[in-house]
């Protein structure tokens, strides 16, 4: 019986699978094996017994349920893959399993391995992620729509100048996803507290070469174990990406409001259902989803942090809750981003209801832009702002367009011709640089890809 949701509802195959028991065992072995072979290379164990290790360090060899059988009779996991891998080692080569080292030698570096992996994955889905909202933004380059501020209508914009926001956001969240990898993907081979004696004078070597063995970085000084704000920086950015994943599904579940209906979620006509009862439903379900996945991320922080103060040099208190927190922060993300991704490549637009809704303003949200015109023409820029505000106060309170208003207010015939007042209250006109904007961004998205 399945208790937690990840393991039957939530996260992709390939992201779950790292973090599988046998997954888990495999990337231990293979440290076991990088271990021996530093070992050998420094002539501190044999080449031969080195072979022997790496041969059987594999799962084929070391089986999960045997590793299972073992711990449970010695209430100790890495021991258990330690006594598993000795027996089939055999007793020469068997002798040297685990020379010189603890369990978070192998356990840390381990998950390391797991790591760069996990993050490789996770690239890939910023990748597709920032490509989709930025063939969306270039797109929509010049598909007019509110700009919306305190939930109020606002000045013009386009949709693609929001995807564009919202692609380099993605980007951003790249750049910080590959400025962590280096803090995170970190090994130790130190031994119990970190000051490699049991390692002997060539310590330092040991780790250093087990590391580049392994293609990872090492913990130059450590306790027993690697330092877990390194972990607790990995959590800390896969919540910042999971929180700007719920911020791009926010919008669209904003924006699919019956009220505002700008745009929407894809719909499968012939099957999907929106509701057991009101059969007219069609409801931004992923959206909604990837937003509580993604609240469930960030409240795996608070473990990852209290995780870093660790007695001396070290307890146990890591344990439990890192291997709850960090797979499942790993899983949520990917599953998170790429559901992103599906609602905006497969997202609906409705430009023609974008441009309704900016009429339905009567003018409003063109106050901005008649003031700044007026300034142009002489007009103190605080006188400006009062004789829009009245005017806008006046057209609200009578039900009618601002430029009614507006085209019979003094100042403004005086300053402002027919066709230049009509010049001011048209959105398409009031764009500034978006075009520009949009197109830098679809640029610097496609650099950043290649």
């Known amino acids: 019986m399945s208790?937690?949701?990840?393991?039957?509802?939530?996260?992709?195959?390939?992201?779950?699978?790292?973090?599988?028991?046998?997954?888990?065992?495999?990337?231990?072995?293979?440290?076991?094996?990088?271990?021996?072979?530093?070992q050998a290379e420094l002539r501190l164990i044999p080449k031969a017994a080195a072979t022997a290790i790496a041969a059987k360090a594999t799962t084929a060899a070391v089986?999960?349920?045997?590793?299972?059988?073992?711990?449970?009779?010695?209430?100790?996991?890495?021991?258990?893959?330690?006594?598993?891998?000795?027996?089939?080692?055999?007793?020469?080569?068997?002798?040297?399993?685990?020379?010189?080292?603890?369990?978070?030698?192998?356990?840390?570096?381990?998950?390391?391995?797991?790591?760069?992996?996990?993050?490789?994955?996770?690239?890939?889905?910023?990748?597709?992620?920032?490509?989709?909202?930025?063939?969306?933004?270039?797109?929509?380059?010049?598909?007019?729509?509110?700009?919306?501020?305190?939930?109020?209508?606002?000045?013009?914009?386009?949709?693609?100048?929001?995807?564009?926001?919202?692609?380099?956001?993605?980007?951003?969240?790249?750049?910080?996803?590959?400025?962590?990898e280096a803090r995170v993907v970190v090994g130790k081979m130190s031994g119990a507290v970190g000051t490699g004696a049991a390692m002997g004078p060539k310590a330092l070597r040991v780790q250093e070469l087990v590391a580049r063995r392994l293609g990872i970085g090492y913990e130059a000084a450590s306790g027993q174990v690697v330092g877990r704000d390194r972990h607790?920086?990995?959590?800390?950015?896969?919540?910042?990406?999971?929180?700007?994943?719920?911020?791009?599904?926010?919008?669209?579940?904003?924006?699919?409001?019956?009220?505002?209906?700008?745009?929407?979620?894809?719909?499968?006509?012939?099957?999907?259902?929106?509701?057991?009862?009101?059969?007219?439903?069609?409801?931004?379900?992923?959206?909604?989803?990837?937003?509580?996945l993604a609240r469930v991320v960030r409240g795996l922080v608070v473990p990852a942090f209290e995780s870093i103060a660790l007695w001396h040099e070290r307890d146990l208190t890591n344990s439990s809750a890192e291997r709850i927190v960090i797979p499942h922060a790993l899983a949520l993300t990917d599953d998170i981003l790429a559901k992103t991704a599906k609602v905006y490549s497969t997202l609906r637009v409705y430009p023609e209801r974008m441009r309704e809704n900016i009429e339905r303003t009567k003018g409003q949200v063109m106050a901005e832009a008649v003031m700044i015109a007026l300034v142009a023409k002489g007009l103190g820029r605080q006188d400006a702002?009062?004789?829009?505000?009245?005017?806008?106060?006046?057209?609200?309170?009578?039900?009618?367009?601002?430029?009614?208003?507006?085209?019979?207010?003094?100042?403004?015939?005086?300053?402002?011709?027919?066709?230049?007042?009509?010049?001011?209250?048209?959105?398409?006109?009031?764009?500034?640089?978006?075009?520009?904007i949009v197109d830098h961004v679809v640029r610097l998205t496609a650099r950043r890809r290649r």
């Open 63 to 180: 089986r999960p349920e045997r590793v299972a059988r073992l711990e449970k009779e010695t209430g100790h996991d890495v021991m258990a893959v330690v006594l598993a891998l000795t027996e089939q080692c055999g007793a020469d080569a068997g002798r040297y399993v685990h020379l010189g080292a603890t369990s978070n030698d192998i356990t840390d570096t381990a998950t390391a391995l797991q790591l760069r992996e996990a993050l490789t994955i996770l690239r890939r889905g910023l990748n597709t992620l920032a490509r989709t909202l930025a063939d969306l933004a270039e797109k929509h380059r010049g598909t007019l729509m509110l700009g919306r501020t305190h939930g109020q209508a606002a000045t013009p914009i386009t949709f693609g100048l929001k995807m564009a926001v919202y692609a380099l956001e993605v980007l951003r969240q790249r750049e910080r996803l590959d400025e962590m």
């Open 232 to 292: 607790a920086e990995l959590v800390s950015v896969l919540a910042n990406i999971a929180a700007s994943c719920e911020k791009f599904c926010t919008e669209v579940r904003n924006l699919q409001r019956t009220e505002i209906g700008e745009a929407a979620e894809a719909f499968d006509a012939e099957r999907q259902v929106g509701s057991s009862t009101m059969a007219n439903k069609e409801n931004p379900v992923t959206s909604e989803n990837v937003c509580g």
């Open 385 to 436: 702002h009062r004789v829009i505000r009245d005017a806008a106060l006046e057209a609200r309170s009578r039900g009618v367009h601002l430029h009614k208003v507006l085209g019979k207010h003094k100042v403004v015939r005086r300053r402002l011709t027919a066709k230049e007042l009509d010049a001011a209250m048209d959105p398409a006109e009031y764009l500034g640089a978006t075009h520009q």
């Open 3 to 38: 208790l937690c949701a990840v393991d039957y509802r939530y996260g992709r195959p390939a992201m779950k699978a790292l973090f599988s028991e046998e997954a888990k065992l495999a990337r231990m072995l293979q440290v076991e094996a990088a271990l021996a072979a530093a």
